[in-house]
């Protein structure tokens, strides 16, 4: 009877939507106004668009008051999803929370992103992103390693030949994939790809995905008010339209993009910054270091020439804001951020700000640690003990959250996102938690991982696993200890400026029978470094005796294993292509402690980054089923009983 009701008030010829997450019509109560009072969203195909109806009712009466067309305006009104994760053995699952902080669909995703405007959202199964709808059908079924947000309609996404342009519809506009895509902006997409005769050149697509503007230049800014700065050859830079056209050639080392009007540029290479106006008019001399590009009538440069000596200007080069800071950040809506080096001897360790105007006034101390940009007069800020909104005074916003730890927070929707110390959390306007990851996993009814924190100072965050349920209690402890030590918790000065950053988290890989595998990563990063080191270690622990196995103890007594598996790793480098990066010549085989995980079928070795292979190509892991290396394996050992 309901139905029928509904398919008379929908237009003729209407299809309702199936709900994938729920499993029946897209018929749902939701209160999306915040009024208290729920209202009926109905959504239907109609000649080849989506729409959605809203129904209010009085008494039991449901009557229609607005029908929104696509996703976009059902977006505008708010979709009240919000993504959040379950920790559970074999890693995070994800799914959508409500505004009440109460998953609403399965919690089945590896990854899964906001919706976006267009009432989209990216998520990922079995490595693959996918799009989905608001109602978990997938407008896009998972194929791509990673789909960018929309811009301008369009979407960069890449698979495994390249970066293509899909539409909302997840249609693929472009012709072939190229080596990179930029999102669009004014209509157009910088992409870049390897000419005929060998060169790395760049050229522009329409919305449509086709090349408006071939691949010519060596380098290229993306479109700002309809205008592009392009390097069509050494110390020959062109100013060109949305078609190509050039409005202007100049003969300099460099030139920067296109901002109010100046460009940012150099005579020779290694020399100072200055601007240029679009007539090739140098507008502001040569004397800076470094020159950002200008924002609301500012830009940032520094004049020093080892490390940072910010100052702020207008369009004329006088200066604003004295070059004095370790740092300066352009905050939107008339504020910046002004910020003095926590440690002068270590500059590249970090700021602490004030905040000020775009005419020099400061309006705070220097004692913030982190700050975001300001959206509709507010933005988040840290200290370091708690995150917060400020006000566009500088002062914490007392009617919004204040969370403990470091991280930023953003206003989504009917919620706050938080992402505080490496964990995501949810709170509602009045600053109530409702909701956070959780924190123990369970194991089974006996065992279970607890999650431990030790962040002793503002550069140094771990979070670390603790085993609870094990029969004895010293045992316990001592397993416990263990864990923290290989998760790198050690004792670090609470009040000094450490020389680098380091964040360590955990993942229970693997649960059967006795054995918990528990993968515990981190990530080293010296300041002022081109990049960090990461970690990765593994405890395989036996919860009824306390022992961490080695790789030694999953073969035979005498049974040869590292020559065993030096052979199967080695023909996998020689005759398999995954494996393409490994460094000639560098692999001479794996030492007896070698670094190791299993599964229930599975040994998998693995190597740290520089071993055997470059930086990028992480931690080359090699995999060889039990079944290849059966007659060897310890099958009476306690490695094999535990996990058997």
């Known amino acids: 009877m309901f139905f029928e009701h509904l398919r008379r008030v929908l237009p003729q010829g209407a299809q309702l939507l199936w709900d994938d997450w729920r499993e029946r019509p897209s018929v749902r109560l939701e209160d999306i106004d915040l009024d208290g009072r729920e209202e009926m969203l109905v959504s239907y195909s109609f000649q080849n668009d989506i729409y959605t109806t809203i129904f209010n009712h009085n008494y039991s009466f449901w009557y229609p008051t607005s029908t929104l067309k696509g996703a976009t305006s059902f977006r505008v009104k708010g979709i009240d999803l919000f993504p959040a994760s379950i920790k559970e053995i074999g890693g995070k699952r994800w799914g959508y929370i409500n505004h009440k902080g109460n998953f609403v669909t399965p919690v089945k995703y590896e990854d899964a992103q906001d919706f976006q405007p267009n009432g989209l959202a990216a998520v990922q199964t079995k490595d693959e992103f996918g799009l989905i709808n608001q109602f978990g059908q997938f407008i896009v079924h998972p194929q791509y390693s990673f789909i960018n947000p929309f811009s301008e309609s369009r979407a960069v996404v890449m ?132 020159a950002q590009a200008f924002k609301s009538g500012r830009a940032v440069v520094n004049t020093d020439e080892t490390f940072f000596k910010y100052g702020l200007i207008d369009h004329t080069g006088k200066y604003i804001i004295e070059p004095i800071y370790n740092d300066i950040l352009l905050l939107g809506e008339n504020r910046i951020a002004l910020g003095k080096a926590i440690d002068e001897k270590i500059p590249f360790a970090g700021s602490k700000y004030s905040i000020a105007d775009l005419n020099g006034r400061i309006l705070t101390e220097f004692k913030y640690v982190n700050v975001m940009d300001y959206k509709n007069g507010y933005a988040s800020a840290s200290d370091t003990k708690n995150t917060f909104f400020i006000d566009k005074n500088g002062q914490i916003a007392p009617n919004l959250p204040i969370a403990k730890g470091n991280g930023t927070l953003s206003m989504e929707g009917a919620l706050i996102k938080g992402n505080i110390d490496m964990r995501l ?207 060897i394996i310890n099958k009476d050992g306690a490695f094999w009983r535990a996990f058997h």
């Open 425 to 631: 959390r949810y709170y509602n306007p009045k600053g109530t938690l409702v909701w956070s990851q959780n924190q123990i996993i369970p194991l089974n009814n006996r065992f279970r991982v607890i999650e431990k924190k030790y962040n002793p100072n503002k550069d140094y965050l771990v979070y670390y696993p603790e085993i609870q349920g094990m029969r004895f209690e010293a045992m316990q402890k001592k397993v416990n200890q263990k864990l923290a030590q290989l998760s790198e918790v050690k004792e670090i000065d609470p009040n000094k400026q450490i020389e680098y950053s380091y964040n360590g988290d955990y993942e229970v890989y693997f649960f059967k029978n006795r054995l918990v595998e528990i993968e515990m990563n981190g990530y080293n990063f010296p300041f002022g470094a081109a990049h960090g080191m990461p970690k990765k270690v593994y405890a395989h622990v036996d919860l009824e005796s306390g022992v961490f196995y080695q790789l030694k103890d999953l073969f035979k007594p005498d049974s040869s294993y590292v020559e065993v598996l030096n052979g199967i790793i080695g023909e996998q480098i020689k005759n398999d292509p995954q494996y393409s990066y490994v460094f000639p010549n560098t692999y001479k085989g794996i030492a007896p402690d070698q670094p190791f995980y299993i599964d229930a079928n599975k040994l998998y070795i693995y190597f740290t980054p520089y071993d055997i292979a470059p930086y990028a190509a992480g931690f080359p892991t090699f995999t060889i089923p039990f079944s290849e290396i059966d007659q």
């Open 159 to 290: 698979d495994t030949k390249g970066f293509k342009v899909i539409n909302e519809r997840g249609k693929v506009l472009t012709s072939k994939a190229y080596s990179y895509i930029s999102n669009y902006q004014n209509g157009r997409a910088l992409f870049a790809g390897t000419a005929e005769d060998g060169r790395y050149l760049y050229g522009f697509l329409n919305r449509q995905g086709k090349e408006v503007i071939p691949l010519k230049y060596e380098s290229a800014t993306d479109f700002n008010g309809g205008k592009a700065v392009v390097k069509v050859a050494e110390g020959k830079y062109d100013l060109i339209d949305l078609n190509g056209k050039t409005l202007g050639s100049f003969s300099n080392a460099f030139i920067g993009a296109l901002s109010e009007g100046l460009m940012a540029f150099q005579h020779e290479a290694g020399g100072k910054f200055g601007y240029l106006n679009e007539k090739g008019e140098v507008v502001i001399e040569p004397s800076f270091t470094g």
